[in-house]
């Protein structure tokens, strides 16, 4: 694993001054400090610039540039203003990129759309036809900018907002693990139960077989998996050698993860039966396949392709059946083995 070189978490071009600044940092200081380390520790900058297309973004009439591939983030300090909060989205990108987006759950949508005039009120807003990642990003503003408002203790989606800014959200009942989930470091409950749901739409014969040869699946979000350069790009991988599936908590569809790795266990059950003659069909239809999903990675090569056909049969399997005939036949016809 490669070392991570240290830099400055706050940045600004030399054209800037901090009386310019100045209004940024009455933000930048409301940021709980807890957020504040994890920022350092990973490694993210916010740069502060009047000349925004040094981001490779060419609109100057932007104010906010989030930059995930670089873990940094740039705020125009000629556009952007307190009435924007950039500091604040600024944190919040860093968040969802980081450690998964914190409204795109069923969790937070229910909670949402039970409390939609409660937090209309709480805001001051009209949050009809609003979605829940901005009703997140609002409420996560507003708990920054004013946190002692008694409104917010009559809120369960205020109170998963604030579990998000105290870290509370990482705690993890153990009681809900069955035994073959292992949980690394910050992983929070509705990524846990986006992989019990997905486990229970695996064949009953796959997983029992799983099982038995003491197989196990690590979800986790540690910070050495994600500065590695591996694991910032992968959402998941298996490995023989531990017996283990891990996949990276932080990412979205960790339905379709789970999926796709246990297609490669399948793969590598049921090799010597039937390569082959799926080699054959994958040179047939990968191309029909990368049409629908416009998925280079799906194509790279026919194990692949494999564990991606298995994860579409079983999230969407009709489409399968319909547009990848041949390829559907042999997942189905092995997956029947397991059911």
């Known amino acids: 694993m490669k070392k991570i070189k240290k830099r400055e978490t706050v940045i600004y071009t030399k054209d800037i001054s901090e009386s310019q600044l100045s209004q940024f940092k009455q933000q930048y200081n409301k940021i709980p400090i807890n957020w504040l380390r994890r920022f350092e520790k990973d490694n993210w900058q916010l740069a502060f610039t009047t000349d925004i297309t040094i981001s490779g973004n060419a609109e100057q009439s932007t104010f906010l540039v989030s930059n995930p591939n670089e873990q940094r983030v740039w705020i125009n300090v000629k556009i952007g203003d307190n009435s924007n909060f950039p500091v604040y989205r600024a944190f919040l990108f860093y968040i969802q990129t980081e450690y998964g987006n914190p409204a795109n759950n069923q969790v937070f949508e229910k909670l949402c759309k039970g409390e939609k005039e409660l937090l209309s009120r709480i805001t001051g807003l009209d949050l009809t036809g609003v979605l829940p990642e901005e009703i997140f990003s609002l409420l ?74 003491g197989w196990k699946i690590c979800l986790t979000n540690s910070r050495e998996w994600r500065n590695d350069e591996h694991g910032r790009y992968v959402a998941g991988f298996i490995t023989n050698k531990s017996e283990e599936i891990l996949i990276k908590a932080s990412l979205k569809d960790l ?59 079983i999230k969407h399997p009709e489409q399968i059946k319909s547009k990848l005939p041949k390829s559907f036949d042999i997942i189905d016809s092995i997956s029947r083995k397991y059911k």
């Not at 470091?185 to 509705?190: G, I, L």
């Not at 790795?261 to 793969?267: I, V």
């Open 255 to 313: 339905d379709m993860t789970l999926y796709h790795e246990f297609g490669h266990y399948m793969y590598i059950l049921s090799y010597n039966g039937f390569i082959r003659n799926f080699y054959n069909v994958y040179l047939k239809e990968k191309n029909i396949y990368f049409s629908i999903y416009n998925d280079d990675y799906g194509i790279s090569n026919a194990e692949e392709y494999f564990a991606q056909i298995f994860a579409h049969y």
């Open 140 to 213: 996560f503003i507003q708990m920054l900018e004013f946190p002692q408002l008694p409104q917010y203790d009559v809120s369960k989606t205020c109170s998963y907002v604030k579990k998000w800014l105290n870290e509370d959200i990482f705690k993890i009942r153990t009681s809900i693990l069955p035994e073959y989930l292992k949980i690394g470091t910050d992983v929070t409950e509705t990524q846990i139960f986006e992989i019990l749901r997905g486990w229970n739409n695996i064949p009953n014969g796959l997983k029992e077989r799983f099982l038995q040869q």
